[in-house]
């Protein structure tokens, strides 16, 4: 089961379902997003490394739909925003960097 493509077209969920996705833990694929910055002299092209899961403990992501996500606040039900709704393909800030 992908948790967040589930936890993204299931708005009712349970307390027991969302503690049972908490317990099987975040999900952490190696996605294919890469993304070209273009540069004073060059262009620079970055792909998805997925070390990021190991730096942000709260990331995860949905190869369903290609893009990473807030783990805890899929779960918890957080704010409505790209972390929760769209998912998030650059480097978008979160207040979750912290956690």
């Known amino acids: 089961m992908n948790s967040v ?16 996705i908490e317990r099987l833990g975040r999900p952490i694929p190696d996605l294919i997003i890469s ?4 540069g004073k002299s060059r262009n620079y092209s970055r792909n998805f490394n997925s070390s990021v899961y190991d730096r942000f403990k709260w990331l995860c ?12 606040c899929l779960v918890m039900g957080g704010n ?13 800030r979160h207040k979750a960097t912290a956690w």
Do not use: H, M, S
Not at 35 to 38: E, L
Not at 61 to 72: A, E, M, V, Y
């Open 5 to 20: 493509d589930f936890l993204l077209t299931n708005k009712d969920i349970t307390y027991e379902i969302r503690t049972e």
């Open 35 to 38: 993304k070209t910055d273009v």
């Open 61 to 72: 992501g949905c190869p369903k739909r290609n893009k990473l996500f807030c783990f805890i």
């Open 80 to 92: 409505q925003n790209a972390w929760t709704q769209e998912g998030c393909v650059g480097k978008g």
